[in-house]
């Protein structure tokens, strides 16, 4: 009988086991000392950290990752936040078909895509410039910003506009002073989301990077395809440190949206 | 406790004029008129209640009156001017919504202070105006608090202050109590007559809860089907109900069906169950014309006694008891007349007055003052 | 002359409005959304449908690279390997993902680390998770290793750069697709049912069975369908981890581009998307699933 009731939560557990041990070895192996790549590595150092700190051919992919990610940020914010705020309002015919298509990168599959733009981009030349770069991100990364802005915006009670209103607040005051709070923290968590798919993002960087804008993610391909050299172990546990760095500020964010919500719901009597 | 006297308080409220209001909603067929020509003059300064079941259009007419919905017909006049193509924020209203629609990232202060700042008040001012404001709803020092730090019944609260601070001339109010638990919303209806003494404004109030109509309005205003049934004191429409549907939906009614048998100066004769009984009755029905009587469970007595031969006694009728409830300061009796008609009769309850028994026959006496046609 | 004016005028002043006085105000949603949507044509959509349309007008207007594809022997070997994987890889995610989902529904204080550890890879990059699998699955990888030391093999054996490599890591990587929907519609079963059912006399494996399995249904096959869809259009992991000869539809394409036979990447790329969009519009249709494709997409 206790057997019973262990086994369901040792299947679990070694399926979660499964999940997560991966991800732990790559951490691992990235503090190994030796040159290629074992598991259980030798020994441990933090060799590899260094090999990409100083390494220039690895720093400078970075940087473009880091700064086309931001970029992509204070676009793809800005413009599906004014989107997100539309969809709400449109009548339901209109609403559906613009939905489909800004949510439609997250169906179609990521070498269409890859290809569309490159096809597109290399008649204008964009091929290989970081500006690409950018404006395909952006379209990679809108779903995320409108999903998360206009979850933010269904549970903000539409009484709060009209009180605003009856209260003598214009429609634009109304927008700035309660809707804009209200929704700010699904456009922050919005825009983190935006900027973890940019960062990460490969299957169009193989096709446009180019040799002008190398991003992080292709180098550590064009790595792979070549030498498997253990310092991507080290770029690979970095950028999985900050990816639980944004996911931890984006769980926080929410649960502080969460809080705002219940304040006119129902409160003890 | 109904009426209130502030007629010589006038001038600080605004009157409000709604000349036949319509309001349909897409479909355009006659039966999705959620407002059906709807007319109301609310005297400046009154406490108005309207009154009505859900999808009476109670609601959609408080919203044209805010200005969240336009009206498809029919015109909104405040203090004579018409309002119809004024947008909601410039018609200087106060409004208090059911679920108090407390802004969640402002502070108490900033609540209350939201109206002033959007006048372009200054900070100072904004700061006494909005003290004051708290004093007023018995929440004084509470500023700095969040609306989720607080309980429903202050949440209310400041959502009333909110709404007066910038001293409007109207208030409008949809079921604010609605969410309320029943010791609170009677507190709350307290203050919310103390607070329309004090300041002396025009009140529109909504709600579907009769006993909240008859214990705080001056004047009620009946809705159904989006038409008004009738518009009176709390007393003109509990005693002299125009029509079945106000007859009742306010308090509880006995409904007995008769024939028009003669007509004396005011009052009407009838036969009920082989009786006559008479009725008051401002029309003049044809002679054999089949009606509805009314009268209340309360008004209806049991013929034993003294009383029997007052003319309070006028109106008999022969019943059988058939239910006797004990409900702690009164008892409740269901009666069956002669051809199967329920009577209900409500009396208080007392040691010395002889509780009847099930299928026991007996007679009760009422006056024709409350017996109406309807 | 005015006093003829003036009567008529104020006739009209007083009459009804026949239009709500925002007339404006109802362009404005239109408005915002625009510029997305007109940025999105044009950097996404419409260079995508350009792609797609070298499949038509290629020389000239016509289908023949259709015909042509649906005969190409590559192309037959190519979709074949693609669906066998996606099909064995969507199993792998149900058998695996479903337990997962009600350990996460049922788990009360370990919940949110449940979660952490089901999110934390689902957000990772597909590229580190799949070189994650070149660390396990190499010569010298983890397993290898640990088969050796248990003595279960003499020699390293050759893991990686095999289509069950290809297999894992796509499971590893799809799990919180099918997780996430499973729990979502778990989560909406009324314990009070359940606690019904044991009421009446049932085991807690006709419980399962019959009650909490059957109502599940809705999310199971929307996780199913959207596992698959995406497992269709799998480009990094079968090109990281699978062997040589081991080509996807996306590795083909990618193949093909590389070579500029732009039509024949276009029908391809046309027949991969008509392929995933078509069980989608499906999912769709079926009670309970586009309800729980909404929830899951967050």
Same mark, same amino acid.
């Given at each position: 009988m206790r057997l019973a009731r262990l086994l369901p939560g040792s299947i679990v557990g070694l399926i979660l086991f499964f999940l997560a041990f991966p991800i732990v070895v790559v951490a691992i192996v990235?503090?190994?000392?030796?040159?290629?790549?074992?598991?259980?590595?030798?020994?441990?150092?933090?060799?590899?950290?260094?090999?990409?700190?100083?390494?220039?051919?690895?720093?400078?992919?970075?940087?473009?990752?880091?700064?086309?990610?931001?970029?992509?940020?204070?676009?793809?914010?800005?413009?599906?936040?004014?989107?997100?705020?539309?969809?709400?309002?449109?009548?339901?015919?209109?609403?559906?078909?613009?939905?489909?298509?800004?949510?439609?990168?997250?169906?179609?599959?990521?070498?269409?895509?890859?290809?569309?733009?490159?096809?597109a981009y290399s008649r204008y030349g964009l091929v290989g410039t970081p500006i690409a770069m950018v404006l395909a991100h952006t379209c990679l990364a809108v779903p995320f910003v409108v999903t998360s802005v206009t979850a933010s915006l269904s549970g903000i009670d539409p009484r709060l506009e009209q009180a605003a209103l009856s209260l003598g607040a214009t429609p634009g005051a109304t927008f700035f002073q309660v809707t804009l709070p209200l929704i700010q923290p699904g456009v922050l968590v919005g825009a983190l989301f935006a900027f973890i798919t940019s960062f990460d993002e490969l299957i169009v960087a193989l096709f446009i990077s180019g040799t002008g804008a190398v991003t992080l993610p292709r180098r550590m391909w064009d790595d792979l395809r070549f030498q498997i050299d253990p310092t991507i172990a080290a770029v690979s546990t970095l950028t999985i440190v900050l990816t639980a760095a944004l996911m931890g500020a984006a769980h926080l964010l929410r649960k502080r949206a969460e809080q705002n919500r219940m304040a006119t719901s129902s409160a003890a009597p | 406790?109904?009426?209130?006297?502030?007629?010589?308080?006038?001038?600080?409220?605004?009157?409000?004029?709604?000349?036949?209001?319509?309001?349909?909603?897409?479909?355009?067929?006659?039966?999705?008129?959620?407002?059906?020509?709807?007319?109301?003059?609310?005297?400046?300064?009154?406490?108005?209640?309207?009154?009505?079941?859900?999808?009476?259009?109670?609601?959609?007419?408080?919203?044209?009156?805010?200005?969240?919905?336009?009206?498809?017909?029919?015109?909104?006049?405040?203090?004579?001017?018409?309002?119809?193509?004024?947008?909601?924020?410039?018609?200087?209203?106060?409004?208090? %919504?059911?679920?108090?629609?407390?802004?969640?990232?402002?502070?108490?202060?900033?609540?209350?202070? %939201?109206?002033?700042?959007?006048?372009?008040?200054?900070?100072?001012?904004?700061?006494?105006?909005?003290?004051?404001?708290?004093?007023?709803?018995?929440?004084?020092?509470?500023?700095?608090?969040?609306?989720?730090?607080?309980?429903?019944?202050?949440?209310?609260?400041?959502?009333?202050?909110?709404?007066?601070?910038?001293?409007?001339?109207?208030?409008?109010?949809?079921?604010?109590?609605?969410?309320?638990?029943?010791?609170?919303?009677?507190? @709350?209806?307290?203050?919310?007559?103390?607070?329309?003494?004090?300041?002396?404004?025009?009140?529109?109030y909504v709600t579907h809860d009769q006993e909240e109509a008859l214990t705080m309005s001056d004047r009620i205003a009946v809705m159904n089907d989006g038409k008004v049934a009738q518009v009176g004191s709390p007393e003109d429409l509990y005693d002299r109900p125009d029509n079945r549907f106000v007859a009742g939906f306010i308090g509880e009614s006995n409904f007995l069906p008769a024939v028009v048998r003669g007509l004396e100066n005011d009052v009407v004769v009838a036969e009920c169950e082989g009786t006559l009984i008479r009725a008051l009755c401002p029309g003049r029905p044809a002679s054999g014309a089949k009606v509805t009587l009314t009268t209340r469970p309360e008004r209806l007595r049991f013929a034993d006694g003294a009383w029997a031969g007052t003319e309070a006694a006028q109106n008999r009728l022969s019943v059988t008891v058939t239910e006797a409830v004990f409900a702690g300061e009164r008892c409740r009796y269901m009666l069956r007349a002669a051809d199967g008609t329920s009577i209900v009769l409500k009396e208080p309850s007392s040691a010395v007055i002889r509780r009847r028994a099930v299928g026991e026959r007996a007679e009760i006496a009422w006056s024709v003052a409350d017996t109406i046609l309807v | 002359m005015s006093e003829v004016v003036q009567p008529a005028s104020l006739a009209l002043a007083v009459s009804r409005p026949k239009t709500a006085p925002f007339d404006w105000r109802r362009a404005v949603p239109l408005l915002l959304a625009a510029p997305l949507l007109v940025y999105m044509l044009v950097f996404y959509a419409l260079p995508v449908a350009a792609m797609l349309l070298r499949s038509v007008n290629d020389p000239s207007w016509t289908l023949a690279n259709y015909a042509t594809l649906f005969e190409?022997?590559?192309?037959?070997?190519?979709?074949?390997?693609?669906?066998?994987?996606?099909?064995?890889?969507?199993?792998?995610?149900?058998?695996?993902?479903?337990?997962?989902?009600?350990?996460?529904?049922?788990?009360?204080?370990?919940?949110? %680390?449940?979660?952490?550890?089901?999110?934390?890879?689902?957000?990772?990059?597909?590229?580190?998770?799949?070189?994650?699998?070149?660390?396990?699955?190499?010569?010298?990888? @983890?397993?290898?290793?640990?088969?050796?030391?248990?003595?279960?093999?003499?020699?390293?054996?050759?893991?990686?750069?095999?289509?069950?490599?290809?297999?894992?890591?796509?499971?590893?990587?799809?799990?919180p697709y099918m997780i996430l929907p499973i729990a979502n519609a778990l989560r909406q079963i009324d314990p009070s049912l359940i606690r019904a059912a044991s009421g009446l006399g049932a085991t807690p494996f006709m419980t399962f069975r019959q009650v909490i399995l059957p109502l599940s249904m809705s999310g199971v096959a929307a996780g199913t369908l959207l596992t698959f869809v995406l497992a269709l259009g799998?480009?990094?992991?079968?090109?990281?981890?699978?062997?040589?000869?081991?080509?996807?539809?996306?590795?083909?394409?990618?193949?093909?581009?590389?070579?500029?036979?732009?039509?024949y990447a276009a029908t391809l790329s046309a027949v991969l998307l008509a392929t995933a969009l078509a069980i989608l519009a499906v999912a769709r249709k079926l009670p309970g699933v586009g309800n729980a494709f909404r929830t899951s997409m967050r």
């Open positions: 990235s503090f190994s000392s030796a040159t290629y790549l074992t598991f259980p590595p030798p020994a441990f150092g933090l060799r590899w950290y260094e090999a990409y700190f100083s390494n220039p051919d690895w720093l400078k992919p970075t940087w473009v990752s880091i700064w086309v990610a931001c970029a992509v940020v204070v676009l793809a914010t800005f413009l599906g936040t004014l989107a997100a705020l539309g969809i709400a309002r449109l009548p339901k015919g209109l609403r559906v078909v613009a939905a489909g298509l800004i949510l439609s990168p997250l169906i179609v599959p990521g070498i269409v895509v890859a290809i569309g733009i490159y096809y | 406790m109904g009426a209130g006297t502030n007629g010589a308080k006038s001038g600080r409220g605004a009157s409000v004029t709604l000349s036949n209001l319509e309001k349909t909603y897409d479909r355009a067929s006659a039966a999705a008129k959620a407002v059906d020509g709807v007319s109301l003059d609310i005297r400046s300064g009154e406490f108005l209640t309207m009154l009505g079941p859900s999808g009476s259009g109670k609601t959609t007419t408080l919203m044209m009156i805010a200005g969240f919905e336009t009206p498809t017909a029919g015109d909104i006049a405040i203090d004579g001017r018409s309002v119809v193509a004024m947008p909601p924020y410039r018609r200087n209203i106060g409004m208090v %919504f059911q679920n108090y629609a407390l802004f969640p990232h402002l502070t108490v202060e900033e609540n209350v202070g %939201f109206p002033l700042k959007q006048r372009g008040i200054p900070k100072a001012e904004r700061a006494k105006l909005v003290a004051d404001a708290l004093e007023l709803v018995h929440l004084p020092g509470y500023g700095a608090r969040y609306p989720r730090q607080l309980s429903g019944g202050q949440q209310q609260r400041v959502a009333v202050a909110r709404a007066v601070v910038f001293k409007p001339r109207l208030l409008l109010m949809d079921e604010p109590l609605g969410a309320l638990d029943k010791q609170l919303r009677e507190n @709350l209806q307290l203050e919310m007559r103390r607070l329309h003494a004090d300041l002396g404004i025009t009140f529109i | 190409d022997v590559v192309f037959q070997k190519t979709f074949w390997i693609t669906i066998n994987t996606s099909v064995t890889v969507t199993l792998g995610c149900l058998i695996l993902g479903y337990p997962v989902a009600m350990g996460l529904v049922r788990a009360k204080s370990m919940a949110p %680390f449940i979660l952490v550890v089901i999110l934390l890879p689902f957000w990772t990059s597909v590229l580190v998770r799949s070189y994650a699998w070149m660390v396990l699955l190499g010569r010298h990888g @983890l397993v290898n290793e640990a088969l050796l030391a248990l003595g279960m093999i003499d020699r390293p054996i050759r893991i990686l750069n095999t289509p069950l490599a290809t297999q894992i890591a796509m499971i590893h990587i799809l799990l799998f480009y990094i992991t079968p090109a990281m981890v699978g062997g040589p000869r081991d080509i996807t539809l996306s590795m083909l394409i990618a193949q093909q581009v590389d070579q500029l036979n732009w039509a």
